[in-house]
C-alpha cells in the first residue's frame, strides 16, 4: 500500500532517481528549458524550485547546500548569479510546463520545462530585470476598499455620461417646438 506516499518514484530506484533529477534540474539551469517527458517535468518542478528559492539568499551556507543537491560549481554559479538575478522579484512559481504532445517512439507525453523569467515571449518587458518591490503578499480580500471605491467613481461618471446627452435631446426638442411655432 501506497498510503500518503507522494513522490513519483519514475519507476527507479533511489540512486537512479536522485542522479537524474540532479542532471535534469544542470540542464534546466544551463540551458533555461528542457524537453522531457511530463512525469519527469513534474517531478523536477519539485526539485528545482526550492534551490531556486535558496539561490535568493546568496551565502555561503545557501550555496553548500545547492551544491550538495546539484554536484556541478558552474551551475551553482549561474543559479546564484543570473537566474537569482532574474527571479529576485518572484514570491515563487519559477517554472512552467507547456505540455508538447505524445513522442512518437513510445507514445510518451513529453513537455517543455521552462524558467518563467528567461521567456521573451511571455515576458512582459524583453529582457528587463524585474524590481523587488517589497514583500508581496497572495491574498486576494485586501483590495476590496480601493476595488469598492474606484467603481464607485464609475459608476458616477456613467450616470453622468448616459444624463449628458438626454438632457441634451430634450434641449434640441424645446428649440425644434419654439422654431415650429
Same mark, same amino acid.
Given at each position: 500500500m501506497r498510503h500518503g506516499d507522494k513522490i513519483n518514484n519514475l519507476s527507479r530506484t533511489a540512486s537512479h532517481r536522485a542522479a537524474l533529477l540532479k542532471n535534469l534540474a544542470s540542464q534546466l539551469i544551463?540551458?533555461?528549458? @528542457?524537453v522531457t517527458t511530463l512525469a519527469k517535468a513534474k517531478a523536477l518542478r519539485t526539485?528545482?524550485?526550492? =534551490? @531556486?528559492?535558496k539561490a535568493k539568499e546568496n551565502?555561503?551556507?545557501?550555496?553548500? @547546500?545547492?551544491?550538495?543537491? =546539484?554536484q556541478d560549481k558552474d551551475v551553482v554559479v549561474e543559479l546564484f548569479g543570473t537566474v537569482a538575478e532574474k527571479v529576485a522579484g518572484r514570491p515563487g512559481g519559477y517554472t512552467r510546463i507547456i505540455k508538447l504532445g505524445a513522442r512518437v517512439g513510445d507514445n510518451a507525453e513529453?513537455?517543455? @520545462?521552462? =524558467?518563467?523569467?528567461?521567456?521573451?515571449?511571455?515576458?512582459k518587458g524583453k529582457g528587463e530585470v524585474k524590481e523587488a518591490a517589497g514583500k508581496?503578499?497572495?491574498? #486576494?480580500g485586501g483590495s476590496r476598499k480601493k476595488?469598492?471605491?474606484a467603481t464607485e467613481g464609475a459608476e458616477a461618471a456613467e450616470v453622468a455620461a448616459e444624463e449628458a446627452p438626454?438632457?441634451?435631446? /430634450? /434641449? #434640441?426638442? /424645446? /428649440?425644434?417646438k419654439k422654431a415650429g411655432e
Open positions: 544551463t540551458h533555461k528549458r @528542457i526539485y528545482v524550485e526550492p =534551490l @531556486i528559492t551565502t555561503t551556507h545557501q550555496r553548500r @547546500i545547492v551544491f550538495s543537491y =546539484l513529453t513537455a517543455m @520545462i521552462e =524558467l518563467v523569467d528567461f521567456n521573451e515571449i511571455y515576458g508581496r503578499t497572495r491574498r #486576494s476595488a469598492s471605491g438626454v438632457e441634451e435631446a /430634450k /434641449k #434640441s426638442t /424645446k /428649440k425644434e
